[in-house]
């Protein structure tokens, strides 16, 4: 008697997602913040599944880390899908401080020095 398995569904490659692309146009990093552009815009018709769930996961706003972990895309293809949203006007990248700017590091010392003497 044979053993009937169910077969699985074809598994595809992340980076085929991407075109094989594996940098993206905008500085996205780990900690950057996504968001939905605007919540009344109309999704083109031919936007890609995994592009659809990370939108529709920027309906709050996220990390880029915590879309990757959600739909367990690596990060690298999370960071290209999320930029070609951009260009398409779908999501907004927050400003990301990264400390490389005097005003940012202004910014950054100014919240280390409450955070002190909060617990002093």
């Known amino acids: 008697m044979r053993s009937h398995r169910r077969r699985r569904g074809a598994r595809i490659r992340p980076y ?11 500085p996205l990093m780990v900690q950057t913040l996504v968001s939905i552009a605007d ?38 293809v999370t960071q290209v899908l999320l930029s070609d949203l951009a260009d398409q006007g779908l999501v907004y990248i927050h400003p990301t401080i990264t400390g ?21």
């Open 16 to 26: 085929t997602f991407t075109g094989g692309r594996t940098r993206s146009r905008h």
């Open 39 to 76: 919540p009344r815009a109309e999704l083109p018709r031919n936007l890609m599944p995994e592009s659809q769930q990370i939108y529709e996961l920027c309906a709050q706003v996220r990390s880029v880390a915590e879309i990757s972990a959600e739909l367990k895309i690596p990060l690298g």
């Open 100 to 120: 490389h700017s005097p005003s940012e590091n202004q910014v950054l010392e100014r919240a280390l020095r409450g955070l002190e003497r909060l617990f002093q």
